[in-house]
């Protein structure tokens, strides 16, 4: 059973007087173990995709099917226990939180969580072992690189073993020597404790780690490609 | 819940100078409230002890209809039986007993008309401050007779001299024209402009002779042993009394519009706090509303991690209540220095009246010495976290409303 | 209000030999006289009712002209002395207990006079019916009645405290009764006259009663149990040096 079912997806915003489609009737899905990319130029509607996926907005049509619950029968709290529980974000500029230090960046899906302290500590440790960070535990994202703070992203989101890691642009502000470390490390953590990941990217570089790329054009999928 | 403390704490820090301003505007606002409530409870315990305990007493007792007719014949009988019910009571710390009359009082020349008051000098010594409102003289002997001290005004009105003797003559309660003769031994000065010009003691036994009232009085003024405990005494002592047409008042009922004015107190307080409050609320709600709203794409980002609606709405609440936890600290050293000063200096008003404060034809000391009660600092305090939470509530809840997406997508 | 006072100083009436019809004015002048003289020394019974006490008194009074006049308490024993002196507008009390005299200041004027329910000052007013107020006949003996009865409303100026008095008098001119009325027309006190005796050839009543009407049940009575008219009284004896040596 895939992890992630769209079906006849549609969204549209109001700009103006105009109305833009951008999804326009998307059907996809993404299996367990996936490493996929989702391509297109700019205003395709790849990070509107990844949006619904990760339940983060409402589609105007169709619907979004995770662990078989339709999203759209779900309430706000429910959404934020789904998300919690079941999907990790990793974003373009990082977004971690200023006054958290690495080691608690990573842990705060685990609090939110209400897992027990000991536990949190042993598995915040060792994804942070696990992205190279060994060691930067105390640092604030500020005493942090970009792709150190990447990497701390990274294990924020994996750190709760979620079904699903969603990355939007994630090695967009990163320079190439760094994003192919990036790159290479979700890659590792996807064939390692199978971690299925989702991008929506116009870097080459994910594009030739993918092993599927979905490229989308005007809101619709062109082409469905696996490697 | 105690890393959504850790994350509010920090943010409050964040912005340092920010923060620390708001925090310190608030604490000049407690600071204030504190040297303010200060004053106003020392002056209202000032009002209190002049115009409770120094003229109405704790409780009274009295001829039901005496405070409303003050007619001579609504006396209360067989004083000397009640006041000994009332001394043998537990909680009496003192009663004093009184007998008022008008007269004429005429010295060698001139004449004026007169509110005779017949008391027990020495129960009034222990009662009332009256024997050290002194302005020539002496103070009524216990146990002395044909002896009369003279409102200060009076005295001069009938030209009259110490050691001299007046003439009382008045209307006695037989119809009959009670006449004798006091010697001046000493005047008083009230601050009460009435007393002043009227006022005359004489004891107790001489007015009852006069006015043919035998062991009749007209009020007891009783002090308790604990002001606290009022309403229980009065009760206790009205049993212990036991007749109908004996009353037993405690003051607020005595005087309703006494006990109106030191309503005034919790209104005073109230609107002090309600004022430095409300302009410090406007800071919080500043202060907070731009904390929210620059850290728009930082909550949207809590958000899409997984973070409940509600717990964004705690996260923002927790944050103003450290910077109130703040003010109030830094509140209560300045508030502190404040209360010290006006505790230990007091602050002088005397400019406000050539005598002292005058207040509804009661004059206070000019001197109000500050009285700090831990009550009106914790309404304080509890007024800054209130406040602080409550002007911040609007700002949570923008935050718990934003949309993740939107949110994200900012800057 | 002169008839307190003439009361109490005993007065001479100066009752005509019933003329066939009197004006007016001669029966409110006959009214005013009731017990008034050129000079008279009589000695009063004055009884007081109050709903608190009762009590008696006898006392002496002298009285020369319209200005002067002196009253001495005799009973009971223990106000015996008291003496009440009346020079114009002016009063004084002399107490024999503290041997003091008091001039009683203007602020007590409406006080009562020896606990009885006539005012100081009553005994000081000195107004005439005939010359302060505007009069009018409202009844003549045999239209409803045996007797006069005149309403009396106050001159602007006149130093009169009440809003109209009427005076009910007899054909013979011996007056009845006189009502009191205030501003609000509210009757206050009635005077009644009682025990018409002849005087010196002339009818005079000996009992005067004042009935105030705002306390039920209470009066003060006077009856002039002695009266001798036109007695030669020395004016020295309304001085303040002689008010102690009476």
Redesign the interface.
Known sequence: MPIVTVRGLTREYQQGAVTVKALNGVDLEIEEGEFTALMGPSGSGKTTLLNQIGALDEPTSGTVVIDGKDLTTLSSAQLSDLRLQRLGFIFQSYNLIPVLSAFENAEFVLMLRGTDAAERRRRVMETLADVGLTGMEHRRPSELSGGQQQRVAVARAIAGRPALILADEPTANLDSTTGHELIALMKGLNEQHKVTFVFATHDPKVMEAARRVVELEDGKIARDTRK | MRFLGTMAWRNLWRHRRRSLITAVAMAFGVGMCMATLALTDGMFESMFEVMVEQQLGHVQVHHPDYPSKRLL?DSVEDASTILARIDALPGTEVASPQLNGFA?V?GETK???AMLMGIDAARSIRASPLHERLEEGRFLRPGASGEILLGHKLFEDLDAALGEAV?V?T???????G???FDVVGTFRSGNAQMDRSGAYLPLQDLQDLLVLPDQVHQITVLTRDPGAIEAYAEELSQAIGSDTVQVQPWWEASPQTSQMMGMRDFSALLILGIVFGAAAFGVLNTMMMSVFERTRELGVLRALGIRPGRLVWLILIESFFLAGLSAVIGLMIGGVLDWYIVVHGLDFSSAGEDGFSFSGIVLDPIIYGVVRPISIAYIVVAVFVVSVLSSLWPALRAARLRPVEAIRSE | MMWILAALLGGAPAWGQAPPEPTIEELLNATDDASRGESSIAVIRME?K?S??E?SMKMKAWSKGTERSLIKILEPA??AG?TTLRVGDNLW?Y?P??D?T????S??MG??W???HFTNDDLVRDSRLSEDFTYELTQRPGEGGDNYIVSCVPKPDAPVVWGKVVAEIRPDKVPVKVDYYDDDGTLVRTMSYDDVREVNGQLSPRIFQLTPHDKPGEYTRMTFEELQLGADIPDEMFNLQALKKQ
């Open positions: 014949h004429l005429g004449s004026s008309g003439v003559v209307q006695a309660s037989d119809g009959s024209l006449n004798a003769l | 007081i109050t608190r006490y009590r223990k106000d008291l009390n107490l207990k503290v003091r008091m001039k009683i200041p602020g007590l006080g009562s020896m606990g009885s």
